[in-house]
């Protein structure tokens, strides 16, 4: 799967962007969504580089960190291969951030609308950040479809920045922080669930997700190259799943237990 990601370094006293190094990950035969992103990131004038990577489809058996025994008992199907390469992606990024000096990190993936606006709001988020060390974050979500169970922090001129207690699953378009990051690498290493569902559930539970409304950015409508495998060759992705008796019981306890960790969250922030 291809990722843009953006090392976002601290903003001078002047409050400018300091873009230190973008760097998108996509595949060689697998352009159309990069095509797509690349228009969009030109029309805002916004810096980026290429890195490469190839495809490589492996055997489940073959993804040393795949945890398929906990996978079947959290959620009650197997992993895909496309579902354990977007965590590799994610986790990949997290790393590469983590090497070098930069503060900030914003993960946008391949089928994505980037809006006219994205560079400003992306600045003024940063910005605001930066000069608020105190706020305690993780991640931030600047691609949610919905807004549930949330208390805004700040209002600016075309966004709300808000404490995303229940943490929105779509995870096309993310800001680390490096706390952020560093707790991803500790704690996602074994891979369980999907990653956007590892997302939802870690920062529902510790209440350090933040969201941004309206968003940045949103999908563009394409086939992403995430289940292409499953699209091209017919598959259904029931078959791939090996999902058991149990899995719409296991969705449901899953979700409402994160709603639970929400609201506790929201409930001693309104206390507080």
């Keep these: 799967m291809s990722y843009f990601f953006h090392y976002y370094n601290s903003l001078p006293k002047h ?3 300091d873009f230190i190094d973008v760097l998108n990950l996509y595949l060689k035969n697998k352009k159309t969504e990069l095509i797509f992103l690349e228009k969009g990131l ?15 489809i492996f055997e489940l058996s073959e993804f040393k960190n795949y945890d398929a025994a ?18 590799l992606s994610h986790y990949g990024c997290a790393e590469r951030f983590l090497e070098t000096d930069a503060n900030y990190l914003v993960v946008l993936e391949d089928d994505i609308e980037v809006f006219p606006n994205f560079k400003q709001n992306l600045e003024s988020l940063l910005g605001y950040l930066d000069q608020n060390k105190e706020l305690d974050w993780y991640t931030i979500n600047i691609a949610a479809k919905k807004k549930k169970l ?14 995303a207690y229940y943490f929105p699953i779509r995870g096309v378009g993310l800001v680390w922080s490096r706390r952020g990051a560093e707790e991803f690498v500790r704690l996602g290493k074994t891979m ?18 933040l969201g941004v409304w309206q968003p940045f950015v949103r999908p563009a409508g394409l086939d992403s190259d995430i289940l292409g495998t499953v699209a091209t060759q017919g598959i259904k992705r029931k078959e791939l799943e090996n999902r058991s008796f149990s899995h719409g019981i296991k969705k449901q306890k899953r979700m409402w237990r994160d709603k639970y960790n929400a609201f506790k969250h929201l409930f001693k922030y309104q206390i507080d």
């Design 15 to 17: 409050h400018e962007a």
């Design 42 to 56: 030109r029309e805002i004038k916004y810096p980026w580089d290429f890195l490469e990577i190839m495809q490589m």
């Design 70 to 87: 906990a996978a079947q008992r959290i959620l009650g199907r197997n992993l895909i291969n496309s579902e354990l390469g977007c965590y």
């Design 150 to 163: 949330a208390k805004n922090i700040i209002e600016f001129d075309n966004y709300t920045l808000w404490h």
């Design 192 to 209: 369980q669930v999907p990653v956007d569902i590892f997302f939802q559930s870690w920062l529902s539970k510790n209440g350090k997700g």
